[in-house]
């Protein structure tokens, strides 16, 4: 079965300029998470999804971050305008059902953002 | 402070040896723990989890609970160069939706 799969693995670009990474989760699965990964401040949830609605989004950093998941398969990380402080890796997640214990969370292999 | 406190490394142990992993936490609602293993340029993958306190084994790997001191453990015995990635505990509480919190992560390496 394919697992999580995320677009691009890697983005390099320019401070100012709007950035979208992509996810397609496992099908089946009903939650999607966005986490953001730094050597500082390890792995931290961005905005979780059940059913294709945003139930959490108090983790989004500011304004210039937003989210969307216009069915069950497609997700858009959005940053607009980028900053240099936006550089991590970020991870998308699938499960079915909360995303703990026997129900755990999918990774897909992340992109690894680079903000000049 | 941190709900979860784990000491990022580096861990550097020679191929053979017993490897002690650990985290520390605040939150008492914490019910489910887990670790997760994540290799270079991949994603977090599940390695093993438990329910409440107690200790679970599977193969070369033993996970401890102890709720009482708020503190988790993996062990590796006979551990292999293929051991060699960043180890996460993650917990979370009893929930519809159970938010989980990750540490920081391990990063271990196993010499030959």
């Known amino acids: 079965d394919a697992g999580v799969i995320q677009s691009p693995r890697h983005e390099v670009t320019e401070m100012g300029q709007e950035v979208t990474l992509r996810c397609k989760p496992i099908?089946?699965?009903?939650?999607l998470f966005w986490y953001r990964q730094t050597m500082m401040r390890g792995l931290e949830l961005l905005i979780y999804?059940?059913?294709?609605?945003?139930?959490?989004d108090s983790g989004m950093p500011e304004d210039r971050f937003s989210a969307k998941m216009p069915n069950a398969s497609f997700s858009t990380l959005k940053i607009q305008p980028s900053e240099p402080r936006d550089s991590a890796v970020y991870f998308c997640?699938?499960?079915?059902?909360?995303?703990?214990?026997?129900?755990?969370?999918?990774f897909g292999d992340g992109t690894r953002l680079s903000i000049l | 402070q941190k709900e979860v406190e784990q000491d990022p490394g580096p861990l550097s142990v020679p191929e053979g040896a017993i490897v002690s992993l650990n985290c520390t936490y605040s939150?008492?609602?914490?019910?489910?723990f887990m670790w997760y293993r994540q290799y270079s340029r991949k994603g977090p993958e599940l390695l093993m989890y438990?329910?409440?306190?107690g200790n679970k084994e599977d193969g070369r790997f033993t996970a401890q609970v102890d709720k009482s001191s708020k503190y988790i453990s993996l062990f590796i015995r006979d551990s292999q160069p293929s051991d060699s990635a960043t180890y996460l505990c993650?917990?979370?509480?009893?929930?519809?939706?159970?938010?989980?919190?990750f540490g920081i992560g391990t990063k271990l390496q196993v010499i030959p």
């Open positions: 997640a699938s499960s079915l059902g909360g995303g703990s214990g026997n129900q755990p969370q999918h």
């Open positions: 099908s089946g699965h009903d939650y």
């Open positions: 999804f059940n059913n294709n609605v945003p139930i959490d």
């Open positions: 939150n008492s609602a914490f019910q489910y």
């Open positions: 438990t329910y409440s306190s």
């Open positions: 993650a917990m979370s509480d009893f929930g519809g939706y159970q938010k989980v919190t």
